[in-house]
């Protein structure tokens, strides 16, 4: 079965510092990667996905097969940072299955 | 867009009584998720729809659990009867066929 994994519950940086979520999973497919924030007292929200390849605030994450990872990065980080974030995956039909979060604290 | 809409925000219950919520999804999402996160926890996925139909149920604790899409649209969850660990947030999404999945603000039940 597949399964998300997130080894960090919490996570603390101060700002500026370099920023990496650790994520790994464990599929035998073609796996489709997500990464979801959700900010104090808002709704869970994408950020980003692996196949578009893109940055969004400042945030990347590449698929790496061989180590089953897709660990998020951000060199420089924010305050606006703080936040929960999930790894998730999904496969077959849409089937969307979470990480367990890490919290990120930016400290000032 | 309107986003996806749940109600009602909060719920409180004893045990052994019934509870349902709902869920209205984006309007021509086929693909519409129910997931429970307790505290501390990542979502868990409970109950995956495409359109009208069940595609992933094996998570859902059916011998108390319930959920139905009747017309493919909006959608709701019920517990019959509910116990003290069933206390989380009740997390709606719904998705196109193949995109992001878009999430309500959920429903936090507490169970007492």
């Known amino acids: 079965a597949q399964r998300v994994t997130q080894p960090e519950k919490l996570l603390s940086v101060f700002k500026g510092a370099p920023v990496e979520l650790k994520c790994n999973y464990s599929?035998?497919?073609?796996?489709?990667l997500f990464w979801y924030v959700q900010y104090s007292r808002q709704r869970l929200q994408l950020l980003l996905r692996?196949?578009s390849r893109e940055s969004i605030k400042g945030f990347t994450a590449d698929l790496n097969k061989g180590e089953t990872s897709f660990h998020l990065k951000k060199p420089f980080a924010q305050e606006e940072d703080s936040a929960m974030y999930y790894c998730?995956?999904?496969?077959?039909?849409?089937?969307?299955?979470f990480g367990q979060g890490t919290r990120l604290t930016i400290n000032p | 867009e309107a986003g996806v809409a749940q109600s009602p925000r909060y719920k409180i219950i004893e045990k052994r009584q019934s509870v349902a919520f709902w869920c209205n999804p984006i309007?021509?999402?086929?693909?519409l998720y129910w997931y429970q996160q307790i505290l501390g926890q990542g979502p868990k996925l409970l109950i995956q729809?495409?359109?009208?139909?069940?595609?992933?149920d094996s998570q859902l604790p059916k011998d108390r659990f319930s959920a139905e899409r009747l017309k493919g649209v909006d959608s709701t969850l019920k517990i019959q009867p509910a116990k003290l660990e069933d206390s989380a947030v009740y997390l709606c999404?719904?998705?196109?066929?193949?995109?992001?999945?878009?999430f309500g603000q959920g429903t936090r039940l507490t169970v007492v």
């Open positions: 309007s021509g999402h086929a693909t």
């Open positions: 692996h196949i």
């Open positions: 599929y035998s497919g073609s796996p489709e």
């Open positions: 999404a719904s998705s196109q066929l193949t995109g992001e999945a878009f």
């Open positions: 729809f495409q359109n009208n139909g069940v595609v992933d």
């Open positions: 998730a995956l999904i496969q077959g039909a849409q089937k969307l299955v």
